[in-house]
């Protein structure tokens, strides 16, 4: 189609073959396979050039058309290139969304601002459904090891998790918390994950916490802890977002956090709009990667 618009513009098939590089012959094959196609004539061959039969005047205004068309198509995607137009949607769980992600999207409003940036607050779980549905772009999860996936996983941070005394517990002033010696408190737990991630480090102390209040909500969790109620974990991010000037965080002996990444579809990260806010995820920072960590982001990309 658009080489016969060429034949058609330029009145003759010579005049089309040298405005396009190519040889007469070849366009002249090319121009007989497409009146094959729509079985009648195109054009008329006169001593001077071309001239188009009906049919032919019919199908150069849908070749205009669609000459038109595709140089919208050609300046859209020069647009999203240059990160000039396009959408990103970002799913978040709880305190990323309240800290990563509002300081991820002021970066590319910055930078990018007609690019439409939107978020989504949801759990890891149900952000990498919103993944896999096509529904999110990208999403900021957390785990506490690395574990094999499907998509693409890029780690972004390390997030340390405290403990998270009341402001007068005898162990608010202490450098460091071993957690053997909160054997007797009473816990508060969170998501599921959360919840077997204090399991896992309260075995590894000797002892099963006993678990008297339950709650996702950080600001929830300090309220409790505050007035007395409970000890708890929780990560730097939610700290981050929240503090209660009736608790204190104190780090735990010998070390604990979560790892920080942001999950893409395999392969997305080569657009544009992803590739620029995965930039801005990692030249952000944060605690240090692990080493295990980092190496398996290195292998993924």
Known sequence: MLLFREIARHGSLSAAARALGWTQPAISQHLRGLEREVAQPLVVREATGVRLTDAGAALLRHADALAARLSAAEDELAMLAELRSGRLRIAAFPSAAATVAPRLMTALSRRYPDIDVRLIE??????????????????????????????????????PVRVVLAAEHPLAAQRTVDLAK?????????????????????GRAGFEPDIRHETDDYVVVQNLVAAGFAVALLPQLALDAFTHPGVVAVPIRGGASRVVSAVTVAGSDAVPAIKAALGLLRKAGGPRIAPEYAKAGEDEE
Request: proline share 7%; glycine share 6%; hydrophobic share 40%.
């Open 122 to 159: 949801v759990e890891p779980p149900e952000a990498l459904g919103l993944l896999r549905a096509g529904d999110c772009d990208l999403a900021v999860v957390f785990d506490h090891s690395p574990s094999d996936t499907d998509l693409a996983v890029h780690p972004v941070r390390e997030d």
């Open 182 to 202: 909160l054997a007797r408190e009473s816990w508060i737990a969170g998501c599921l994950r959360c919840r077997d991630h204090l399991l896992q480090l309260t």
